[in-house]
Every structure is written in structure tokens, then in C-alpha cells.
């Protein structure tokens, strides 16, 4: 009877990305038996927080959503087969990833290292700010600002810190919703922001001033510190 002994080992180029990155796991399958390997089927069922990018063995590769299935005819005793799969990260977390072989000769799966990958979340947030009125203000009159922070992705946001430092021309007299006044200081809290999703807040002011003055809102999160 052929004796057919194989090994798989499974390495990654990267073990800590972000969202969105590239990462390129290699898998090494050796016939260290007597005999040579006939249909060697390596299987690997990718975690949902891996997007299938490329295979340098696509002629062998068969796909079934998340599972990955390589029939490679023959591995020579002695001798390595090599497979390089290529995955975009599309969740932020730590997650780890195995890869099984078998043979005709051996049809016992045999598993591979664990290779863990952690990823950092991603999130692109901008902030827009609109004021109801702009010319033919008077001293006295209220104005009405709108901001409204959107996060692009690719990763949910959380604790979201909107900051609108308001100008000494600017008397406040309201700003609903979860937030703090320090002096000219509000700051909003928003727990989550969805990727994809936006938030409003508001501020209206009275003028006290008169002059050309402006206004802006800064915001960050967790994520993007910045």
C-alpha cells in the first residue's frame, strides 16, 4: 500500500492591519511519506471578516461562498506544494484561520497551525455645519446652526465627540441633546455612529455682536482620534 504522510503549514505577512488592508496567508503542504500524494484536497473556510481577493493556484481552486478548495492531482514524496491566498479584512476584531489537507492515499484531514490576524477599525468621519440664516443680521436675532457628522467607514464609530466652540459674538441659548456646556464649550456625545450612517445636532445663538464672524465644529471618536 502507497504511504502518504502530509504536513500543512499555514503562515501570514501580517498579523496586526486595519480594516480594508490585504493580507496573504501561505500554505505549505509537504509529502513527507514514502509515497506520492495523489488529489490532495487542502480546504479552508474562510472567517466572515475575510473578503477572497486571490489565489496564485486559481487553476485548482474551487469556491463555495467562504469555503476555499484546492484538488492539486499530485504532491511527490519529498516534496512541498505551495499555495498563496490573498483576503481583504473587512471587519475589525482578532481572527484566526486553518487550513485541512487530504489525499486519496490518506484520507484523514490533517489541520494546520493557527494563524491569528487582529484588525483595527477604520473610520473616516467628516463634519458639515449650515446655519439657517448668513446676511441681513441684526443684533438680537437668533440664528439657527445645524451640524451633521457622517462616518464614511469603513468601521462603526464610537464615542463620537462633536465640539463646536462658539465665537464671543454668539450668546447660546439652546443645544438639545446629549451634550455639556463649558462657557462657549459644547460637546456632544453620540455612543455609535453606523459606517454609512449620519447624525445632527443643533445650536441656536443669539447675535450680540456686530461683525462678519465665523463658526466651526470639530468632531473625532475612538477610531480617529484626529
Known sequence: DPKVVLN?????????????????????????????????????IL???????????GEYLARAGQ??????????????????LVVRVISNGTFSNVAVANSTENKTDV??????????????????????????????????????V????????TNVEIVDELDNAFG???????????NNRITWIVPKLVNGSSVSVWVVVKLLLNGTFTNAAVV??????T
Not at 24 to 42: E, M, W
Not at 150 to 157: C, K, Q
Not at 220 to 225: D, G, L, M, R
Open 67 to 84: 469555503k476555499l478548495t484546492w484538488t492539486i492531482p499530485k504532491i511527490e514524496n519529498g516534496t512541498s506544494y505551495i499555495i498563496e
Open 111 to 148: 489541520p494546520s497551525n493557527t494563524s491569528n490576524v487582529t484588525v483595527k477599525p477604520v473610520v473616516n468621519l467628516t463634519v458639515v455645519k449650515t446655519s439657517n440664516v448668513t446676511q441681513n443680521l441684526h443684533v438680537g436675532d437668533l440664528v439657527n446652526f445645524t451640524i451633521t
Open 150 to 157: 457622517t462616518n464614511h467607514g469603513p468601521s462603526n464609530a
Open 8 to 44: 500543512i503549514a499555514k503562515s501570514v505577512n501580517a498579523t496586526n492591519v486595519s480594516v480594508g488592508d490585504l493580507v496573504k496567508f501561505v500554505i505549505n503542504v509537504t509529502n513527507n511519506g514514502l509515497s506520492n500524494a495523489t488529489n490532495v484536497v487542502v480546504t479552508d
Open 47 to 57: 472567517n466572515p471578516a475575510f473578503k477572497f481577493n486571490s489565489t496564485n493556484r
Open 172 to 182: 447660546l441659548i439652546s443645544a438639545p441633546g446629549n451634550r455639556t456646556i463649558t
Open 220 to 225: 473625532n471618536s475612538t477610531e480617529n482620534t
